[in-house]
């Protein structure tokens, strides 16, 4: 069974930058799609970035489009989410999964979760 392990997460101020990371044990990273979900308090998960298994594919919710940039080395056995130009309304708990089909947006296509990492942006 896989482990995914985020980090980066942290409190920055609107219109900063972070970049998380996403990672991953075992061999089979390379093999599958990998996504980046966010979790505001007392809402459901909700889908912001997904990539397929070589990285060449990369899908973003309307909301982050032009904002976040998804990527993976597969050599590292790590993915990432750059978050340019953050706002207080991306305050949320990030969660980076591993896919289990191509039906990336949708949030029971993933089958490994990490524990989730905290992002804060300041008004």
């Known amino acids: 069974q896989v482990q995914l392990v985020e980090s980066g997460g942290g409190l920055v101020q609107a219109g900063g930058s972070l970049r998380l990371s996403c990672a991953a044990s075992?061999?089979?990273?390379?093999?599958?799609?990998m996504g980046w979900f966010r979790q505001f308090p007392g809402k459901e998960r909700e889908f912001v970035a997904a990539l397929n298994w070589s990285g060449g594919r990369t899908y973003y919710a309307d909301s982050v489009k032009g904002r976040f940039t998804i990527s993976r080395d597969n050599a590292k056995n790590t993915m990432y989410l750059q978050m340019n130009s953050l706002k207080p309304e991306d305050t949320a708990v990030y969660y980076c999964?591993?896919?289990?089909?191509?039906?990336?947006?949708?949030?029971?296509?993933?089958?490994?979760w990490g524990q989730g990492t905290q992002v804060t942006v300041s008004s």
């Open positions: 999964a591993r896919a289990q089909g191509s039906s990336y947006y949708t949030e029971n296509m993933y089958d490994q």
């Open positions: 075992g061999r089979t990273f390379s093999s599958y799609g």
